[in-house]
């Protein structure tokens, strides 16, 4: 069979891949359309087998809210610059919508689901993915989060999405206070809610830290119980959110503006894209240079 220009250009907006992919595929397949899409489909996923060793470290984070149900995800790439393409921000869409409804209780369980009515898994999605854009990405994490009809959640993106936090506050329904503290989340990263929340063995071996350091700063034993219990109270605010100074008015504290708007502070998840993974050092030139050579 005859493959024609607007055979190829048909395949080409089906699959996203390249005009001469495309024709190969659908001369090696007689012309028929769907066998080539499972053509181009298996010569996606070679190539997103042999990415499998690059280092994914950018990305973006995203929140996604559907009533009572939230989303917060991170999914990597390669490059910063991939993370700006809207190709890119349409697969975070596409895997927002599908955890938020299918409720995975892992990124294994995720990757193994179907993904729409064809029989294509969240894993093929993303291969398919790999082949069309040419970089490895990976859904890293996700965070699913549930709430009432009285409370409220808090969605911000800092710098289109390089820092991700989704707040919940109880007993209110105002998303621009949750929101506010989302952002002041965003900016100062606290490690938790309140200090109810630290273990008891954090405090004691922080505690202890800073007896020493009293001590070894020659102060008299009958006043280090006192200076430990102030600098205690410096520890407490440096790392548990209600007890830091909020960044849109530090003259009070976000325990207390929370507190004004008659609501309490659940929880918070906060992503920053890359935190804890090893990150690719190449510059522009031998980036070049590696192309080049291929």
């Not at 470290?57 to 559907?66: F, P, T």
């Not at 610059?81 to 190709?87: H, L, P, Y």
């Not at 009809?149 to 998303?175: K, P, Q, S």
């Amino acid at each position: 069979m005859a493959v024609t220009a607007q055979m190829v250009k048909e395949l080409r907006e089906k699959t996203g891949a390249g005009m001469m992919d495309c024709k190969k595929a659908l001369t090696e397949t007689n012309g028929d359309m769907e066998k080539a899409i499972d053509f181009l489909r298996e010569k996606g996923m070679a190539k997103a087998a042999k990415k499998a060793d690059r280092i994914a470290a950018e990305g973006l984070s995203h929140v996604e809210v559907q009533g009572n149900q939230a989303v917060i995800l991170e999914v990597n790439s390669e490059t910063d610059f991939v993370a700006k393409n809207d190709s890119f921000k349409e697969i975070i869409s596409t895997l927002s919508a599908h955890i938020l409804q299918e409720k995975p209780a892992s990124v294994e369980e995720a990757m193994g689901q179907k993904l729409n009515g064809d029989g294509e898994t969240v894993e093929d999605y993303i291969k398919a993915a790999i082949a069309k854009i040419g970089e490895k990405l990976s859904l890293r994490r996700f965070t699913l989060v549930e709430k009432t009809d009285n409370d409220a959640f808090g969605a911000y993106l800092h710098m289109g999405g390089r820092i991700g936090v989704l707040t919940l506050l109880e007993n209110t329904t105002d998303e621009q206070v949750a929101k506010d503290v989302a952002m002041h989340v965003a900016a100062v990263n606290p490690r938790y809610v309140s200090r109810d929340q630290v273990s008891a063995e954090e405090a004691a071996r922080e505690k202890e830290v800073l007896k020493q350091q009293a001590l070894n700063e020659g102060k008299p034993e009958n006043i280090v119980e006192k200076m430990v219990e102030g600098r205690m109270g410096k520890f407490f605010e440096d790392i548990c959110l209600v007890d830091q100074s909020f960044v849109k008015d530090p003259d009070q504290k976000v325990g207390k503006f929370v507190a004004s708007k008659g609501a309490t502070v659940k929880n918070f998840i906060r992503y920053e894209v890359g935190e804890g993974m090893e990150k690719r050092e190449e510059n522009f030139a031998e980036e070049v240079m590696s192309q080049v050579k291929k």
